[in-house]
């Protein structure tokens, strides 16, 4: 199993997932990898670490999303793993529930959004983000 990390989805990556019917609500998986120093493109915030730079981001986005109806359901560090190999572990997991794909398409493009994501690219060395569905 190939397994990479990005910042951000690809042309394509974006066509597919939003491309997808619409069906409801949706959780998202992210696991999240962090750099060890944040890297803001201004130079700013220097003393920061990835972790606590993404932190800033995943309050302010925590607040976007319960205003779309959605919900956090669950952020906590990775501490070991049991089943399966990885090369590196992820740092974080974070359970994100959305209404619908409109709803996140709209809160990822919006003003909003872009004014707390460079704290997310500061912080991140890399994520995966998995888009799930309850069992019926």
Do not use: C
């Not at 990390?5 to 394509?12: L, M, R």
Request: hydrophobic share 40%; glycine share 12%.
């Amino acid at each position: 199993m190939k397994v990479e990390n990005a910042v951000y989805p690809g042309s394509e990556q974006i066509a597919g997932f939003f491309g997808a019917p619409e069906d409801g609500p949706f959780v998202m998986v992210n696991l999240l990898r962090f750099k060890d120093k944040a890297e803001y493109a201004d130079g700013s915030n220097a003393d920061l670490t990835g972790r606590e730079a993404y932190a800033i981001y995943g309050d302010a986005v925590s607040l976007l999303v319960e205003g779309l109806g959605g919900k956090i359901h669950y952020s906590g560090s990775v501490t070991g793993i049991l089943l399966g190999e990885v090369e590196d572990l992820w740092d974080m997991v974070a359970l994100a529930e959305y209404p619908s794909l409109e709803a996140f398409r709209k809160m990822a493009m919006s003003p909003e959004m872009h004014a707390i994501e460079h704290h997310r690219t500061a912080g991140l060395a890399g994520q995966l983000n998995i888009r799930t569905k309850p069992r019926v």
